[in-house]
C-alpha cells in the first residue's frame, strides 16, 4: 500500500510535500500566522495554475517544456493593454449593435453593469487570436528545430521579450492610465488593471471568514479570503484541455508526442499536430498572465515576462511530469507544491533566522527542480 | 591438452553460446593452421559475429553469461576476456564498418597508438606521452604495410578523401603493421570494393598467407570464397554444418547449404559429393523473372502492380524494382540485409522518398504519403518494432486501435471533423478480442506495450494491421527477435488470415525459409534490384544463388 503510494507519487513530490508540511506545522511557533499563509499559497495556485497548464499540450506533442512561454505572455498583455485602451470604444460598439439588431438584453445600462467583467473577457478574447497567430509561427520554427525545442523555446521567450522592449515603446496607446505621464505616449512599466477588472475572478463566489481563535495564550487573526471564482475558472481550463487530450486531434498529438514514427506510420500529419500544441501553449500561456493580473492587480510589462517561464516549467516539473508526458494532476499537485514551497519559505525562514534568504531557497528549489527533471529526460 | 609444435594455431573446441536461453551458436569445432585461408559463409544471423565477438573476448559475451567449451593457441587453452588481449595474442579484426579517423592520414591512422616516437628529454622525465613523432619512420611503416597489399596509395592521403575501396586496404594495412598479427580476421571486406579492388585484394590476401599469417575470410560472395580459400566452413542457425577443403564444393552446392534446410540427408550427402540436378529449360526464364504462376493465374488486374520503383531508404536503398502481385497472394522478398529488400515496402507505404508507379487494383498510388497508403485499405507492420511499430509508452488499446482511429474514424464518437472524442471502450473491447484470438500475453488492454516481450509485442503490431480490415497488407520481418514458438503462431496467423480474409499478403523477411515455408512466390532482391522470382517450390539452393549475387553464373550454368 504505502509502497504503492511512494511508487506513484515519486520520491521528489513526498519529499517536498514534507518539506512543506513540516513549514506548515513550524510556523505557528515562529510566529507565522498560518490562516494567512495557507490562504496566499491558494490564491497563488489560483494565479499561476493556467500557465502551468500551458505546458501540457506541448509536453504532449513532444514539444518539450513550453520555455517559450513569454511569448503567450506577451500575446496576453497585449489582450489586457488593448481591452484597457478599447474598453469604453468596445463598450459603445456593443450598445450600438444591441439596438441595431434588437438585442433586448444588450443595453447601454447592462454593459455598464457588466463592464468589468466584459472587459476581462474582451482581454481574453483579443489575445487568443494573437496567441494563435504567433503561436504559429512559433510551432512552424520549433517544426525546424526537433530534438532542441527547448532551447529554442528558451530563446524565443528571451528575444520576444526584448523585441516588446521597443514595441511598448512605439504602440500608438493613448490611454492616459497606461502611457508614461510626461511623454503622453509609450506604455508604463506596471499598469494597474484597478477599475478595469481587478480581482474579477477573485471576488467572484468568493468565501471570507473573519474571526480570532487563541491557541496557546496568543490570539491569531483568521482572515480568509478563498478566490472561488479563479479556482473555478482553472477548474474549467483544466477541464477544456482534459477534454482536448481525448478528442481525435488530442489523441494524435500524445501520439505524436510518444513516438513521432509510429504516428507518422498511422497517417498523422506530424508537423501539423506540434503546431496545434504549441498554439493551444501560447493561448493557454496568454488567458494564465490574464488571470495571474486580475488577481496580482498589475500588468507588468518590459522585463516582465522574462523570467515567467521558469516557475511554470517547474511547477510542472514538481508535480511529476516528464519531458514528454504531462498530466492535470501533474499541474494541480505541482502547483500546489510549488507555490506553497514559495510562500512559505521566506516567511517561516525569515522569522527563525531573522535574516531574509528567502530568495534563496526559492532560487534552490525551482531551479533544482528544472535540473531534476531535465537530468529524467529518457526515452525507450 | 598439452602444447606441442604440432597443435594448429588457433583451435576451437565445443564452442557454444545463449542469449538469454536463445541459442545463437552450439557445438563448434574447427582448427586453423599457419597461412592457412579459410573461407566462412553463412545467412545473416547464422552465426558469425557472434563466433569472432567470443574469439576476441568482446564485453558483450562475458555480460551475457560467457560462452561454452575452449578455445586453443598454439595448442595452449586461452580464454580472451577483452579485445586488447587477442590483439595482443596476434589476432587481427578488419572491420565490416570502418574504424578509421577521417580526418588522419593513412600513415596516421595505420600506426594509431603504434606511432614511432623521437626520444627526448621530456619524454625521459614525463612518460612516452610527450614524446614527438617520428614522421618519417611513420611514413615508412605505412608505405611498407600498404605495399604489401599491392596498391597504391599515398601515405599522406587523408582517408575523408578516399574512395571506399581506399578505406577497406588502410584497415587491412593497419592489422598487417602489427608485427604479431598471425592470425587475420576479414569480415565482408570485399562488399564495398569494386571488382578490380576486390581482385587486387585477394592477391594481397594470397600474399599474406605465403608469410604465414592466417586468414578467416568472411563473404557473402561465394565465388570469391571458392577461389581464395583452401578450406571453406558453413555456418548455418549457430552449427558448423560443412568443414571440407574448397575444391569439393561448387558454389552452388555452396549456396544450397548456406540457405538449405532440405533434408538432413542431402546435408550429410553434400560432404561426400552432390549429383548434379537435372535442369530444365524453362527454369532460366523463371530465374530471370518472367515468372507465371503456373496454377493462380488469374487474367485479372493484379491486386498490387509495382513498376520502376525507386526508394532512398538508409541502408536499405532500392534502385529499380517491378513486381506484380496477384489478389489473395502471399508473396515473399527475400534477400540478404543491406540490399534494398525492406526499402520496397517502406517505400509503398510512403515512409521513405519513393519514385515510380505503384497501381492498387488498377488505380494509381500516390507515394511519400502514408495516409494514401493508408486509406487505399493497405496496412502495414514495421521491420522497426519499437522504432515506428509501437507506441511503448502508450496501453494496448491506443497501440491496436490509434490507425484505424485516425485514418478510418473508428473508436470516436461524437460529430466528424467537428468534436470527436475518442470511444475508450470500444477501443478496450477490440483490444480485448485480439488479445484473446492472438493469445497476447498481457494483464490487459491497459498494459503498457514497452512492457511485453518481442514475441507479444510482434502479436500487437499484427492486430494493429488486422484492425484496418485490410486489402493488402505489408509485413517487415514478422519474426524478427522473437522465440521460436511465437514463430510459428505469427506465420500461422498470417496464413489463415489469408485464407479467411482473401487478404493479399506481402512479407519482407531475411529467413528465407520461413518465406518458401508462407508464400506462393517469392522475390529475391540483389543490390536494390530484383534478381528473380521463384514459387515457393523451387529447391532452397536456386534462391541461394540468387541471394549471393550469382544471378550470371546461374544463367550460365543452366545452359551448359
Redesign the interface.
Known sequence: MIKNFIKNAGWPRIIIGLFLLALFITAPFVGVNVFTSFNNTIVRFGMNGVMVLAMIPMVQAGCGLNFGLPLGIIAGLLGATLSIELNTEILAKLAELGIRYKISWLTREFLTAYREPAGFASAILIAIPIAAVLGWLYGKLLNRVKGDEMMIATYVGFSSVSFMCIAWLLLPYKHPTMVWGYAGRGLRTTISVEGYWLHILNDWLSLNFQDKIEIGGKILDVNLSIPTGMLIFFAVMAFIVW?FM???TG??M??VG??P??A??????VDKMRTISVMMSTILGAIGIIVYEQSFGFIQLYMGPFYMALPAVASILLGGASV??ATILNVVVGTFLFQGILTMTPTVFNSVFQTDMSEVIRLIVSNGMILYALTRKVR? | MSANNNAPLLQLEHIGKEYYGNRVLSDISFSIEAGEILGLVGENGAGKSTLLNILFGMPVIASTGGYEGNLYLDGKPVHFTSPNQALSAGLGMVHQEFSLIPGFTATENILLNREVLNGSLMSYVFSDRVSTLDRDAMRHRAEAAINTLGVHISPDMTVSEMPVGYKQFIEIAREIDRKNTRLLFLDEPTAVLTEQEAEILLIALKKLSKQGIAIVFISHRLSEVKELCSRILVLRDGTLVTDVPAKTLTTREMASLVVGRESSKKEEAVEVEIPEQPVEEENINETLGTTTLSKKKKKKKPALKVEHLWVDMPGETVRDVSFEVQKGEIFGIGGLSGHGKLGIPNGI?G?YPAGGKVKLFGKKLTLNK??AA??RKMA?V?E?R?????????PLD?NIT??A???Q?RF?F?IPYI????NELAMAKETKKFIESLSIKCTGPSQKA?ELSGGNQQKVCLAKAFVLRPDILLICEPTRGIDIGAKALVLDTLKEYNRENGTTIIITSSELEELRSVCDRVAIVDDGEIVGILPASRPAEEFGMLMMGEKMRVALEYTE
Do not use: C, H, Y
Open positions: 477534454i481525448r478528442t481525435k489523441t494524435a500524445t501520439a510518444s513516438n514514427e509510429f507518422r506510420a498511422s497517417g498523422v500529419n514528454n508526458k525507450a | 507505404m515512409l502514408p495516409r493508408l486509406s502495414f514495421s522497426d519499437r522504432g515506428v511499430g509501437l507506441l511503448l509508452d502508450e491506443w490509434f490507425t482511429m485516425q485514418t474514424g470516436l461524437g468534436f470527436q472524442m475518442r514497452g
